[in-house]
Each structure stands twice: as C-alpha cells, then as structure tokens.
C-alpha cells in the first residue's frame, strides 16, 4: 500500500502508528509507536513524538520539540520551536514512573511559543496564546493571552491571533470582525 504523506529518509516511524494523508515529517525526527497523527500536519527537524500522543488536524510542529507521552494537541495547534512538555511531576532517573504520566491536551487552534515549557496535567484552552519562554503551571482558559514565569494572564486573542480590546464585556477583532463576549474571566465568541 502507498503511503500518502512523506517521511524524510533520515527520520524514523515505528510500527503501529497511524499517519494522515498530507502529513509532512522533516529532517532527524523520530514517530514511536501507537501515535495517531493526523491529516495535513507538518512535524519539523528533530522532533520526537512519544508513544501514545494524538495530534489532530492540521498541527505545525516546529524544530527541537519532544512531545511526550499523554499529550494531546488537537485540530490546529502550533507548537513553536524548542518548546517543552513535561509529562510526570517529580522525575527522577532512578525511578521508573510512567504509571504515573499526566495527560495534557491543547486545544482547538492555540499556540505555544518558542521555548515555552508547559508543566504536565494542565490544559491550554481553545486558541490560547502562550508567549515564549512562558511557563505554564497551570490550566490556561480559551482564547487567553499568557506570558511570563510564571505565566499569567495578559489579554485575550481572537481565533486569528489578533489581541482583543474589551469595553463593556464586548470585543471586535479589527483584522477579522469576529465578535466577543468577557464575562466572568470566561471568553466566547458571539454572533
């Protein structure tokens, strides 16, 4: 059977993976086994992708990224380069705790940034923006803007990326004229 995506010559798949039609995988990465990748997603030079991770739809995975075990990044994520997921919340090289890994799971569209760090069991809502260099030690809410060590809440984003200004709980994208609603630190979109 033809495969429909491509793998470049110096990466590896392992066996027991499934892999969408469209899917690009670069330079010196390595798929281990039982992932679920998804249609039309790119996976840059160097990247690892554990056993067990789901990526859905359309994920851009820049360089030098590894992500481990019991992560979930669904339709749409961006994952800058060289950022960093945990995946156990007290490592330590003589203790074998894969019966203890944390799933966490980037929602619809987010993105993190370069060199993020994003600390296992915690959830980035549907299109975030995680700042780079940020680091997330807890859950972030949809759209949310956040940035720093740790990272805290700066704005909201619109599905486009585009941060939002608020008056009265209201919000209009100026670049893509999607609307907004903020209510009790919860953003959704409005018609």
Known sequence: MEKNYFVHESSYVDEGCTIGEGTKIWHFSHIMKDCAI??????GQNVVIS?????????KI??????????????????????????VINPRAFIE?????????????????????????HDIGR?????AGSV??????????????????HGYV???????HFTDGEACCPTCGKKYELKNE??????
């Open 38 to 43: 998804g249609p039309k997603c790119n996976i």
């Open 51 to 59: 056993p067990g991770v789901v990526l859905g739809e359309g994920v």
């Open 62 to 87: 820049q360089n030098n990224v590894s992500v481990y075990t019991g992560v979930v990044c669904e339709d749409g994520v961006f994952l800058g380069p060289s950022c960093v997921f945990t995946n």
């Open 97 to 121: 705790r894969k019966d203890e890994y944390r799933k966490t799971t980037i929602k619809k569209g987010a993105s993190i940034g370069a060199n993020a760090t994003i600390v296992c069991g």
């Open 127 to 131: 299109y975030a923006f995680i700042g």
């Open 136 to 153: 997330v030690t807890k859950n972030v809410p949809d759209y949310a803007m956040v940035y720093g060590t740790p990272a805290r809440i």
């Open 158 to 164: 619109c599905q486009c990326g585009v941060k939002l």
């Open 186 to 191: 919860i953003v959704k979109e409005i018609d």
